[in-house]
């Protein structure tokens, strides 16, 4: 058997990193995904068979025929066969302009982003124009876990007795309720957010101990 057999995408893939953020990496690592996840969507029932049914999908891309640089080439998936209803897709997809897809939303909790300062709802769910709906909570509520702007201890239990703007970050705020004592770190703070209580790689650089 050939060291090498197909070749795929593997520099500057994005990807998922830590704590729901995203990358760009290279290497097999972010090849091999590729290939795996086709030959699981062309399962032809075994190893064998669906490795040799590859080969006869595949893309000549370097020298012809087999090289050690990309094998027998990049394998290429066949159209996605176009449908006429939901029926014609598998279970959870449906029909959009004659392809099957899994809607962006089916249920408010699929748009659950784990922050208790917004409140997550999906439009349109189950359809082919589903889509998350993020708003943020600005009442002062007792134990919903979130301490919105303008609220303190006094009229919602989830502030604790802070100042903001003291350039302390401390217990009680985080970046989303006192960005100028948090600091947060990408865009949204989807990286990592000063005080929100997570473990995280910029926390022992740029939060303050509290």
Sequence with gaps: MKR???????VSVESTLNNGCYGYMSGTSMATPHVSGLAAKL?????????DYLRTVIKDIYSTGYDTATGYGLPIA?????????????????CCDSKCIIPSC?????????????????NYA?????????????????DDGCCPAGCDYTDDNDCASTVC???????GEDCFSCLSDCACLGRNCERACCGDGIEQEMDSKKCQVY
Aim: net charge negative; charged share 25%; proline share 3%.
């Design 4 to 10: 090498i057999e197909f070749a795929s995408p593997g």
């Design 43 to 51: 399962w032809q029932g075994t190893a064998q068979e669906t490795r």
């Design 78 to 94: 066949e159209a996605v066969p176009e449908c006429s209803s939901d029926a014609d897709c598998f279970s959870g997809e449906i």
């Design 106 to 122: 089916s249920y408010d909790t699929d748009c659950d982003d784990n922050n208790a300062c917004t409140t997550d709802s999906c």
């Design 126 to 142: 189950g359809t082919c124009d589903a889509y998350c709906i993020y708003e943020d909570v600005t009442a002062c509520q007792n």
């Design 165 to 171: 703007g003291n350039g302390i970050c401390e217990l």
